[in-house]
């Protein structure tokens, strides 16, 4: 089955400064890969995804990149602020059109703190 | 708020019980998906459910079921519960069933103590 390894578990960094999130998986049948945000109390939230079928993608101060050949992909944050303090996780799924193997993998998470 | 609803969010209970824990999906949306959070394992898929139906199924234990029900509220069932089941549990909901459907949306969760 589907390993996700995910680095660091725990970053830290200056209000204002970059931060990456790093993510391996071991499936080369995966090709959907959704990034998450867990706030203390809270329950996962979808911030990003990516298809195999595309390098990167945009969302304002958030992006995530893929490289399928190395079978990696990474969140990156620009000018993080302290609200973007929280629980990431990344995940993979293989997107079978007809399967039901499509179970999303976890990562083990990465506890960012902003530090204001 | 994403819409998804659980209930209790939080329950404490004795092992060798059984407790049921319950999900009401965003308006509209028909698929339920469980998921275990706990510190070691991390965030484990346990079963999907659409209209009614057991669409996935993951790391789920035999003492450990779910339905859903007509109104496509979802519960999960819990028997013979031992301290290891102590944990989160998440319910997510998405519109469809297949591989393109996401789960954005979360609930709270319930956080299960087995003493």
């Known amino acids: 089955g589907e390993n996700v390894e995910q680095h660091p578990s725990t970053l830290s960094v200056q209000e204002g400064d970059s931060a990456v999130i790093k993510c391996t998986y071991s499936?080369?049948?995966?090709?959907?890969f959704p990034w998450y945000k867990q706030e203390l109390g809270k329950g996962p939230q979808l911030i990003i995804d990516?298809?195999?079928?595309?390098g990167e993608k945009k969302d304002q101060r958030i992006a995530v990149t893929l490289n399928k050949t190395a079978k990696h992909f990474s969140l990156h944050i620009t000018e993080t602020q302290p609200e973007d303090s929280a629980v990431y996780f990344c995940?993979?799924?293989?997107?079978?059109?007809?399967?039901?193997?499509?179970?999303?993998?976890f990562g083990k998470g990465t506890l960012l703190t902003v530090n204001p | 708020d994403s819409g998804v609803t659980q209930t209790p969010k939080h329950l404490i209970t004795a092992t060798g019980q059984r407790v049921t824990l319950r999900c009401s999906p965003r308006?509209?949306?028909?698929?339920v998906y469980w998921y275990q959070q706990s510190l070691d394992q991390g965030l484990q898929f346990l079963i999907q459910y659409y209209n009614g139906e057991e669409r996935a199924k993951g790391n789920i234990l035999e003492r450990f079921s779910a339905q859903q029900f007509p109104d496509l509220h979802s519960e999960l069932n819990l028997s013979s519960l031992e301290l290891g089941d102590s944990a989160l549990y998440f319910c997510a909901s998405s519109v469809g069933q297949g591989p393109m459907n996401t789960e954005a949306f979360f609930g709270q969760g319930t956080r299960l103590t087995v003493v």
């Open positions: 499936d080369s049948a995966s090709n959907y």
């Open positions: 308006s509209g949306d028909l698929s």
């Open positions: 990516i298809r195999s079928n595309v």
């Open positions: 995940a993979a799924r293989q997107l079978n059109s007809g399967g039901s193997n499509y179970k999303l993998t």
